[in-house]
């Protein structure tokens, strides 16, 4: 069985743990975009509001094995998917009729973008030992 360790074991478990919300995520935005024909920003919103806080709760425990309270964590965590989603959801509102003709690769590139983000922010801000 390969072991895998320190920074490489951290990235593999990020993009195991990412991209598990992001499938969730694709999913669900499709499924409120093209099933349920909301506008694609609340379909993003909605699908963010529901892989979240189990997506918090792996990042932090699992992948960056965070010591920092949830008091600051989740407030940073917040702040930082405020940040990376808020560009998902500005592109969602600009480039809505090309989401709309392809929802799948729009939604895929979207959660690829945020996930880059993502990992940047939660590395070095979020979830980085407290000094």
Excluded: D
Aim: contains cysteine.
């Amino acid at each position: 069985m390969l072991r895998v360790e320190g920074r490489g074991r951290e990235i593999a478990l990020f993009l195991l743990v990412g991209g598990g919300s992001a499938a969730a995520y694709t999913a669900l935005g499709v499924l409120f975009t093209s099933g349920m024909e909301l506008r694609p920003s609340l379909a993003v919103v909605l699908a963010l509001a529901i892989v979240l806080p189990p997506t918090y709760l792996l990042q932090r425990g699992l992948t960056f094995q965070s010591r920092r309270a949830h008091r600051s964590a989740f407030m940073r965590y917040l702040a930082t998917q405020a940040i990376s989603n808020g560009v998902a959801i500005l592109g969602a509102e600009l480039f809505a009729n090309a989401i709309r003709a392809r929802p799948w690769f729009a939604f895929i590139a979207i959660a690829v973008l945020v996930a880059c983000l993502n990992y940047t922010l939660l590395k070095s801000w979020t979830f980085a030992h407290e000094r």
